[in-house]
């Protein structure tokens, strides 16, 4: 099982990071999507990606390498690239009518190929599963063309082509909804299914009613308000029962939706998390996860007879490393229950694990929700989706609210902007829903919740900690406990400076002046570049992450001239207070 990036690197032998500096600009200014990235940084990483890709369809060219079997899943989400190295590996041929004595020659697959069913060839089995109502990623050069070219291409025939139309998930009435939802909001010439295709219910569940309310306080609080009352309600309600855990899920176009949502539910004691917001932080990528990792693989057969947890935190002692790392809360939290277990099976376990791996309420965006689902869902849908006005209509978030209906397995409750909402949305609502008042709040002077920081809101190579004495500091005083023993908290031990004030990178910093985090630009302007940082940042916790620089170049500039391509970065775990205006 390999993304397309992991099977360039292999079939190259390359990795990003091999890219020379002129090929990237190259490529950033001649792929749209790229060239319109106003982050440099971000630019430049996924043009990384392009170049892999890119190499791998050379080399094939020149050399292929071909596979019998392929699956290709989530197809509607392929670009171009993507869809011209499947062809090559799955080795799609013409035969050569002028030279029939001689090797098959390769056509690129081409919309306007004249290949037909008498000169063409196809020596592997090749499958792929998409929807086309699912594709996210047109922002990035994805389109559902490819799924129209590929019967053309590839000859599929009706009996090679199966529709997978039974729904397992949802109850009856929430796979209605949002069928009428997609078939009423798309026009036909976007769809590739016709109505004879519609996703059809299996009952999976009872219907429950689905609910829906629009929302009109600053930041969202009346919804906020409302969402987190109603969870704890159906948190009593499955205590009551001893039931089993539900999965819960607030839903929304972006993160910043989430400030509302998670003071109201921390202000009633029900832990949240967003999710997959940092997908490379987990535990064990952390310093003390990695140490733990290269430990347990020295000795994968070996075995721990006693309760796990006591025996990593043994190990932790010995070692001298910081107990105050968020990721050995996790660590200790999900080895708690094990014993008896090879170093093996220890190792199996900690891979999974993420940060608050038992919390009651996932916060998650619609591009993240894709291919999850959950018990009870909550969509927020604020956005300019159908304009009123005379322009033409834009249907980019179509799909992703789709998308977020379809994440829902028995209940359903859809808050929308009192003004910004989907129109489609809210014409069709009242034939399959039950509208609810959400109550005016008291909103707070300040919204206050907690959360790991971003790694867009950091800067990933900050000078200070990547030289030599920074990288000193970060794994030999840092991420040990020579400092945090006798702690079990870090409150109050750093401050917010910033460059108008402080003549210092806008950031985190202890009492004696050593950066521990820098601020992003666009952070920065939100929080801190006016000296306002220790009023609304407070670092209340922190882990790490190993993060791999595919640029050395920013090592050099920063005074690093080692052989590491990687560092480990500091991530705050931050009590952010924002003001609700």
């Known amino acids: 099982i390999q993304t397309f990036h992991g ?27 790229l060239s319109q990235e106003k982050n440099l940084q971000k630019r430049r990483d996924n043009a990384r990606y392009q170049w892999m890709i890119e190499q791998a369809i050379s080399q094939l060219q020149e050399r292929p390498q071909h596979f019998q079997y392929i699956m290709v899943d989530e197809f509607q989400d392929i670009d171009e690239y993507q869809y011209q190295m499947i062809g090559l590996l799955a080795d799609l041929q013409t035969q050569d009518d002028d030279n029939t004595e001689t090797e098959d020659s390769y056509i690129a697959i081409d919309a306007d190929s004249d290949a037909t069913a008498d000169n063409f060839e196809q020596r592997g089995y090749l499958m792929v599963v998409g929807d086309d109502d699912q594709n996210l990623y047109a922002f990035r050069g994805a389109s559902i063309q490819y799924i129209q070219q590929f019967a053309d291409n590839y000859h599929v025939n009706t009996e090679q082509k199966f529709y997978l139309l039974d729904n397992y998930r949802s109850a009856n009435n929430i796979v209605e909804l949002a069928n009428e939802f997609i078939s009423t909001t798309l026009p036909d010439v976007e769809r590739l299914k016709q109505i004879e295709h519609s996703i059809k219910a299996t009952n999976p569940y009872p219907n429950s009613s689905i609910r829906y309310g629009y929302y009109k306080q600053t930041k969202g609080v009346d919804m906020a308000a409302w969402i987190a009352s109603d969870i704890e309600q159906r948190l009593a309600v499955n205590e009551q029962k001893n039931a089993l855990p539900e999965t819960i899920a607030v839903l929304a176009p972006k993160w910043s939706y989430f400030d509302a949502i998670q003071h109201y539910l921390e202000a009633l004691n029900i832990s949240s998390q967003r999710y997959n917001e940092n997908e490379q932080v987990t535990p064990i990528n952390s310093f003390i996860g990695q140490a733990l990792f290269k430990y347990l693989s020295a000795k994968r057969l070996d075995s721990i007879e006693e309760n796990v947890a006591d025996f990593l935190e043994c190990w932790r002692v010995k070692q001298g490393l910081n107990h105050l790392d968020q990721a050995w809360d996790s660590i200790i939290s999900r080895t708690k229950d094990m014993k008896s277990v090879t170093y093996e099976q220890v190792l199996q376990a900690l891979e999974s694990i993420l940060y608050d791996d038992k919390t009651q309420v996932i916060l998650i965006t619609y591009h993240s929700a894709k291919g999850m689902e959950f018990d009870h869902a909550y969509v927020i849908d604020d956005q300019f989706s159908n304009s009123s006005s005379g322009a033409q209509p834009d249907h980019s978030h179509d799909r992703p609210l789709y998308v977020a209906l379809t994440r829902a397995k028995q209940t359903l ?16 609502l009242p034939n399959h829903a039950e509208q609810i008042d959400l109550p005016m709040v008291n909103p707070p002077s300040m919204l206050t919740f907690h959360r790991f920081m971003r790694l867009d809101e950091l800067v990933l190579t900050p000078r200070t900690l990547v030289n030599d004495a920074g990288r000193k500091f970060v794994e030999q005083t840092f991420c040990c406990d020579s400092w945090t023993k006798a702690r079990d908290s870090i409150l109050g031990l750093f401050d917010v400076a910033c460059y108008k004030q402080d003549r210092k990178s806008d950031g985190f910093y202890s009492a004696k002046g050593q950066q521990i985090a820098q601020f992003s630009t666009a952070f920065s302007k939100e929080y801190s570049s006016q000296g306002q940082g220790n009023q ?39 009590q952010f207070n924002v003001q609700c205006k």
């Not at 902007?417 to 809210?426: G, M, Q, V, Y």
């Not at 595919?550 to 931050?574: A, C, F, N, R, T």
């Open 7 to 33: 099977l360039a690197r292999q079939i190259t032998g390359l990795s990003e990071k091999d890219a020379p500096d002129a090929a990237l600009d190259e490529i950033a200014t001649r792929i749209e999507h």
């Open 413 to 428: 409750s859809l808050l929308l902007h009192h003004k910004a909402h989907h129109l489609t949305l809210a014409k069709i």
């Open 536 to 574: 609304h940042l407070l670092m209340a916790g922190f882990t790490t992450t190993l993060f791999y620089q595919q640029d050395i170049s920013w090592y050099e500039k920063s005074g690093y001239h080692g052989s590491e391509s990687s560092h480990y970065l500091i991530v705050p775990y931050v």
